[in-house]
């Protein structure tokens, strides 16, 4: 991920390192190509408008034209640019005053909720948690199955439909789990719910009776970081179709441009809280803005 723009800033820098001074041309042109660059990645345009704006104010005051090394610090304003797209702090989880937690995973079919469902069980144990897995998502033929699987590996309870009980109704299963967790004392509780290869109504319903029903602390959109532009219209959907509080980025892993990445939390205002960056339970951490701004400019 993120390949190809690295080598293309770090190319950009290259061609004003040596140069003493810089006029506003120069500015203007260094500006240019990083625009183009950061489109070829395939960030969303308004994301590209906002972030070359605010460069290029900065590159023109004084902190460029005082110093005596300009290109050293124009990297400076693109890493905290990028770091300011990126959501600039890192969010951590909001956690109920009064336990359980809620936290109810969203996103598209494929989209690695599932497997993000058994990651971030594994990590809230990993720090004292207790953590409740729930199986929501009746609709792809075997989530129960792989959640039940995941949760076993992580040495985390499953709540799920009775073994032959039919397809069952998600409303009712999440709404059960809260007291299943009351009763056993679990303090964290993960609601898996279903997708869609596509947006359709009946899964934002679906997604907003489930919301309802559980008053979520936590409403975690998971975005294939794989599928580029298409990736933000559908986190857009979900943002008004369902309403989240934050954004979990999967398969980072993957050789993607990372557009998605760059563009998402502007695009739908909410924080990215967590990345994941694989298929093993432990391929998963907190997102970290300045991090990731530092993996982009190499
Ligand atoms: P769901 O339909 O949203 O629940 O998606 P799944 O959790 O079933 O994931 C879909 C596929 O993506 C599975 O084959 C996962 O193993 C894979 N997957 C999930 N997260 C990642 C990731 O971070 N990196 C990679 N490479 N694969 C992932």
Redesign the pocket.
Same mark, same amino acid.
């Given at each position: 991920m993120f390949d190809a723009l690295s080598d293309r800033l770090s190319g950009i820098f290259e061609s004003i390192r040596g140069k003493g001074r810089l006029t506003d041309a120069d500015i203007d042109a260094t500006a240019r190509e990083i625009r183009l660059a950061l489109l070829e990645a395939d960030v969303a345009l308004p994301v590209v408008k906002t972030f070359i704006n605010e460069v290029k104010e900065r590159c023109k005051g004084a902190e460029v034209s005082k110093a005596l090394n300009p290109a050293q610090q124009i990297i400076k304003i693109v890493n905290e640019e990028l770091i300011a797209i990126l959501g600039g702090e890192t969010r951590r989880l909001n956690y109920a005053k009064q336990a359980p937690t809620v936290i109810m995973l969203a996103? %598209?079919?494929? *989209? @690695? !909720? +599932? +497997? %993000? *469902?058994g990651k971030l069980a594994k990590w809230l144990k990993g720090d004292d948690h207790s953590p409740l897995l729930v199986a929501a $998502?009746l609709q792809?033929p075997n *989530?129960v199955g792989?959640l039940q699987v995941l949760g076993e590996r992580a040495g985390v309870a499953v709540y799920a439909p009775e073994a032959g009980s039919g397809v069952g109704d998600p409303v009712q299963v999440a709404t059960d789990s809260i007291e299943e967790a009351r009763r056993k004392g679990h303090d964290v509780v993960i609601v =898996?719910t279903a @997708?869609r290869l596509g947006i359709d109504e009946e899964m934002m319903q679906q997604a907003r009776d489930i919301r309802a029903a559980v008053n979520p602390d936590e409403v975690l959109f998971?975005i =294939?970081a794989m599928i580029g532009q298409d990736a933000v219209n559908t986190a857009e959907a979900f943002r008004d179709g369902v309403g989240i509080t934050g954004v979990v980025l999967? !398969? %980072? $892993? @993957?050789d993607a441009r990372g557009g998605a990445a760059l563009s998402v939390r502007h695009v739908t205002g909410q924080p990215i809280m967590f990345a994941? +960056? @694989?298929?093993k339970l432990e =391929?998963?951490d907190v997102f970290h803005p300045d991090r990731m701004a530092s993996r982009i400019l190499g």
């Open positions: 996103g %598209l079919q494929g *989209a @690695g !909720k +599932t +497997t %993000l *469902a $998502d792809r *989530a792989q =898996d @997708g998971v =294939d999967s !398969k %980072l $892993d @993957g994941s +960056t @694989g298929e =391929d998963f």
